[in-house]
Antibody
């Protein structure tokens, strides 16, 4: 069974850092582009960052560019999101996502979603 | 490139509802449109991908389409059931390494 399990969410103060992890099972993440999407309380879905299957392409939403870093460890079949200089507006449920098509970057569906991990930024 | 959805819709069981998703700042037909369902307490799941394809397990009451003339996409749910009550999001790729969601539509079935 294809599964994604996020971890690392926590309550942190503004300006601090946090690292989210996503453990994949049932497939090899090095065959697929992977993404992080978040949902703030009472708000809609927002794409945060994506990384291609070969890590050659990485993209960020303007709201997090320069503060967040996406990475992957294919040997551990895991995806990560390093979040620095956190702001209250980063408070959200963060989802790890696997693309639909093998070796594709861009025009593709968000096929499998994890259950999410909650990040709360507050003093 | 942005996608705009109605904030909320309400319809009775057994009826048909159409959720629109209007693109601006680009041609919506240039890339696939996908639709996700998010029930309270659950992660989003795909109900339509690549404009009009249904993942296995999604009933054929769900269908999708794209209309270039109006620069919009639509999710149609026929024979509404109370279990269809959820938030629905359209999503697409803007062609420049950014992925875009619509604001979401809260569907109430009563």
């Amino acid at each position: 069974e294809v599964q994604l399990v996020e971890s690392g969410g926590d309550l942190v103060q503004p300006g601090r850092s946090l690292r989210l992890s996503c453990a994949a099972s049932g497939f090899n993440i090095d065959d697929y582009a992977m993404h992080w999407v978040r949902q703030a309380p009472g708000k809609g879905l927002e794409w945060v960052s994506g990384i291609s299957w070969d890590s050659d392409s990485i993209a960020y939403a303007a709201s997090v560019k320069g503060r967040f870093t996406i990475s992957r460890d294919n040997a551990k079949n895991s995806l990560y999101l390093q979040m620095n200089s956190l702001r209250p507006e980063d408070t959200a449920l963060y989802y790890c996502i696997k693309d639909l098509v093998v070796n594709n970057w861009g025009n593709d569906a968000f096929h499998v979603w994890g259950q999410g991990t909650m990040v709360t930024v507050s003093s | 490139f942005t996608l705009t959805q109605p904030h909320s819709l309400s319809e009775s069981p057994g009826k048909t509802v159409i959720i629109s998703c209007t693109g601006s700042g680009g041609n919506i037909a240039s890339n696939y449109v996908h639709w996700y369902q998010r029930r309270p307490g659950s992660a989003p799941s795909t109900v339509i991908y690549d404009n009009n394809l249904r993942p296995s397990g999604v009933p054929d009451r769900f269908s999708g389409s794209v209309d270039s003339s109006s620069n919009s996409a639509s999710l149609t749910i026929s024979g509404l059931k109370t279990e269809d009550e959820a938030d629905y999001y359209c999503q697409s790729y803007d062609g420049s390494e950014h992925w875009v969601f619509g604001g979401g539509t809260k569907l109430t079935v009563l």
